[in-house]
Each structure stands twice: as structure tokens, then as C-alpha cells.
């Protein structure tokens, strides 16, 4: 007891908010369901750092998400040093990537979409923003990429892996930017184009 109290407060404050974060995220009972896992009383004010503060219910595409990332972490070795259970969920907000490797330090992004076929790949699937991706792709920085389908009414997930090295920038497409009468007017997100690398994406669950 001694040992944690010390170890908090002998922080900068910056990094024991951070450490809090991410021992509620990790320290959360199993039993949950996925769905209950983000409400208030779980720790959604960990969304109440992003840009959106006045939400304090996970949407319904953020849980979404943490069921891919979660699936994945669950089931799927890290690519890179093939140890199990080694993959953990980096915080919401953490821009490039979503998992991390606690024994090699892989990264990776996961996308998580719902379908009502696991086993064919859609044609394309949301990106993030626009800026960031061409910034990086110009930089030649790629991520591995897990797509995570679900099947709520059969309840049925498959994962699948694209590894960066296959990437191309022709594959990600921006979209057109947000009009005037948008909330976030202006703002360019891309698109994934998943057809046009289908045949590189190796099915993992
Ligand atoms: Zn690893």
C-alpha cells in the first residue's frame, strides 16, 4: 500500500493522470459486457479529454471499436514477436495507433466495422483525418492494420490483418471536407480502400 501511494505521487501530475487512465482501462472486471464497459461509472470520462468534452457516453462507434481492439488483444498473437496476450489497448485518444506490444513495442491501428457477412471483405472502411495520414504517408510511416468484422445479430467476428509493408498510398482516399454547416466544418477524413488490397489481407480469426 505504502509502495503504490509513493509511487503516485512521486510522479509529475501529468503522468499520474495518465497512469490512472490506464489502470482504469486495464482493471476493469471481465464479466462486463462490452457495451457496459465504457459507461460513466467505468471510467467514460476518459472521453471527456478529446475534443468533443461535453460527451460523456461512448458513442456508439467508439464501442464499436473497443470491441474490435478488445477481440484482438484477446485472441490475437503480436505479429512481430508472436507472443500471446501481449497486445494491450493504447488510450482512446492516442492519434496513430491503437494497440501496443508490451514485450516488443509493435504498434498497430484497428479498424472495426459491422457487417451482416464476416467472411467477405467490404469494399472500404472510414479512415481518420486526412491531414495526419498524408503527412505520415509522405514521411513513408505506415501501420499494421487489423479489421475487426462483426456480426452483432449472429454474433460473429472475424479479424484480418494487413501488415504495412503492403500498403500503398493510392489506398487511402480522402474524402471530400466537411461543409460550413458542419459541427466540424471543414474537416477532411479518408477512406481505406479495402478492394483494392483484398487478396494481401490474411484472415487471423
Ligand atoms: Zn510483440
Redesign the pocket.
Known sequence: MLGSSVRVYGLPSAIAVQRDLHDRRYQRPPSVEPSERLRPTGGAEIYSAGPNTERRMPTAKQTLGDFGEKAIVKNC???????SR??KQLPPNFKCADLV??????IAQVKTKSTTDVDSLPKSVLGAAWQPQQERMKAGIYFPLFLVLRDETANKTAVYYLSADLQTPAMFQPRKPLSSSAKRAGWQGFLINVAMVDSLFVRLE
Not at 506490444?101 to 509493435?106: H, M, S, V
Open positions: 498473437a503480436c505479429p512481430k514477436c508472436k507472443r501481449t497486445l506490444c508490451d514485450f516488443c513495442g509493435y
